[in-house]
């Protein structure tokens, strides 16, 4: 495996690391890059020991900067100083990753340059404790869902990246566990395909060595979805609030019958407007400028708004019954095209 390099973050470890180790050294890895993430002295032994292990290097922050922070240390290391490697196998310091599956996502990259390589758990097992079946349930539902990522493991850390790939993914946010969260939304917005590599499913101690913060990492792992919602949340409630305004006190004789159409239009206007600064500052954070954006928002709120309005006028003249129906046309309308809204705004929009 000489074109593969091994990328090793580590926290405090303890004899683990150096079985990890010696397997990979066993295996013909001789790019073995080690991160030490601001391990404590007492913890710095195995450092010392492998820094004179053959293919090894050992980085060090001098404090703990967290996985993420980790990953793009081990990445720029290798853009800068091996480049003969075509690419790098993320792999956990616990010993919970098998050397064959190490070495099959190492061959998997090496087969399929172009994407990114996943090595994937059964969460159907009964050895697997249940915050990580839970949680990994719950992720892939949400990804598959709100953001259209249907894969099968979606907190796996062993993970295979090409060295085309890596400049990208050093640019990506996120210091801690949310990093390799962000990395496959980041993945999903540049068409990088995901290839799933089946590994054995491995809980040493059920996974008491983790470092994973349960509600802290958790937040932080759903915080671009959660902004969303809750910006959503927001704009709907704008939007609906300044609907039922207009559609309850504007003449219809008036407006020559179009008062639903102009109390729908005016509504979405003022609640797109708002919608879009949150989403463009606070939730997906884009570097793109708001001229690019913003012509694409635009066409995204007319498609919305469009279709928002005939679904209300089709059910208020399936089921009339006043302004108050209207209004609850309206929400019905608006929660179905909430999910399209989200995908089509992280990938296309910002």
């Not at 305004?245 to 003449?251: A, E, G, P, Q, V």
């Given at each position: 495996?000489?074109?593969?390099?091994?990328?090793?973050?580590?926290?405090?470890?303890?004899?683990?690391?150096?079985?990890?180790?010696?397997?990979?050294?066993?295996?013909?890895?001789?790019?073995?890059?080690?991160?030490?993430?601001?391990?404590?002295?007492?913890?710095?032994?195995?450092?010392?020991?492998?820094?004179?292990?053959?293919?090894?290097?050992?980085?060090?922050?001098?404090?703990?900067?967290?996985?993420?922070?980790?990953?793009?240390?081990?990445?720029?290391?290798?853009?800068?100083?091996?480049?003969?490697?075509?690419?790098?196998?993320?792999?956990?310091?616990?010993?919970?990753?098998?050397?064959?599956?190490?070495?099959?996502?190492?061959?998997?990259?090496?087969?399929?340059?172009?994407?990114?390589?996943?090595?994937?758990?059964?969460?159907?097992?009964?050895?697997?404790?249940?915050?990580?079946?839970?949680?990994?349930?719950?992720?892939?539902?949400?990804?598959?869902?709100?953001?259209?990522?249907?894969?099968?493991?979606?907190?796996?850390?062993?993970?295979?990246?090409?060295?085309?790939?890596?400049?990208?993914?050093?640019?990506?946010?996120?210091?801690?566990?949310?990093?390799?969260?962000?990395?496959?939304?980041?993945?999903?917005?540049?068409?990088?395909?995901?290839?799933?590599?089946?590994?054995a499913t491995v809980y040493i101690g059920k996974n008491a060595s983790s470092h994973f913060r349960v509600l802290k990492d958790s937040l932080k792992i759903y915080g671009v979805i959660f902004r969303f919602m809750l910006s959503s949340l927001a704009a709907s409630l704008v939007d609906?609030?300044?609907?039922?305004?207009?559609?309850?006190?504007?003449?219809?004789?008036?407006?020559?019958?179009?008062?639903?159409?102009?109390?729908?239009?005016?509504?979405?206007?003022?609640?797109?407007?708002?919608?879009?600064?949150?989403?463009?500052?606070?939730?997906?954070?884009?570097?793109?400028?708001?001229?690019?954006?913003?012509?694409?928002?635009?066409?995204?709120?007319?498609?919305?708004?469009?279709?928002?309005?005939?679904?209300?006028?089709?059910?208020?003249?399936?089921?009339?019954?006043?302004?108050?129906?209207?209004?609850?046309?309206?929400?019905?309308?608006?929660?179905?095209?909430?999910?399209?809204?989200?995908?089509?705004?992280?990938?296309?929009?910002?």
């Amino acid at each position: 495996m000489e074109e593969i390099a091994i990328i090793l973050p580590s926290l405090n470890p303890d004899e683990k690391l150096l079985r990890v180790v010696d397997k990979l050294v066993k295996a013909g890895f001789q790019d073995i890059i080690i991160i030490n993430d601001g391990s404590d002295e007492e913890h710095l032994e195995p450092f010392r020991q492998l820094a004179f292990w053959p293919g090894c290097r050992v980085l060090r922050h001098e404090h703990n900067k967290g996985k993420g922070r980790a990953l793009k240390t081990g990445f720029a290391y290798v853009l800068e100083h091996c480049p003969h490697v075509r690419g790098v196998v993320t792999v956990d310091g616990d010993d919970q990753h098998q050397i064959q599956d190490i070495i099959a996502c190492g061959q998997a990259l090496l087969q399929h340059p172009d994407s990114l390589i996943l090595g994937v758990r059964d969460f159907s097992s009964p050895q697997v404790p249940w915050r990580n079946r839970w949680g990994n349930n719950i992720t892939t539902f949400v990804f598959k869902a709100l953001c259209g990522i249907k894969i099968s493991d979606t907190q796996t850390g062993l993970r295979a990246l090409s060295r085309r790939h890596l400049a990208e993914f050093c640019q990506v946010e996120g210091e801690r566990f949310e990093y390799e969260t962000k990395v496959l939304l980041e993945a999903r917005a540049r068409c990088i395909p995901f290839f799933e590599v089946p590994i054995a499913t491995v809980y040493i101690g059920k996974n008491a060595s983790s470092h994973f913060r349960v509600l802290k990492d958790s937040l932080k792992i759903y915080g671009v979805i959660f902004r969303f919602m809750l910006s959503s949340l927001a704009a709907s409630l704008v939007d609906l609030g300044i609907f039922t305004l207009l559609n309850t006190t504007l003449d219809d004789e008036l407006w020559m019958g179009h008062r639903l159409l102009v109390a729908t239009v005016t509504a979405r206007v003022i609640s797109s407007l708002f919608n879009y600064i949150c989403n463009h500052k606070a939730v997906f954070c884009s570097k793109e400028s708001h001229k690019k954006t913003l012509v694409r928002y635009v066409l995204l709120c007319c498609f919305q708004m469009t279709a928002s309005y005939l679904m209300v006028l089709g059910l208020s003249i399936l089921l009339p019954g006043g302004p108050i129906y209207d209004t609850l046309f309206k929400l019905v309308a608006d929660i179905l095209l909430f999910l399209l809204s989200f995908r089509v705004q992280q990938k296309w929009i910002f």
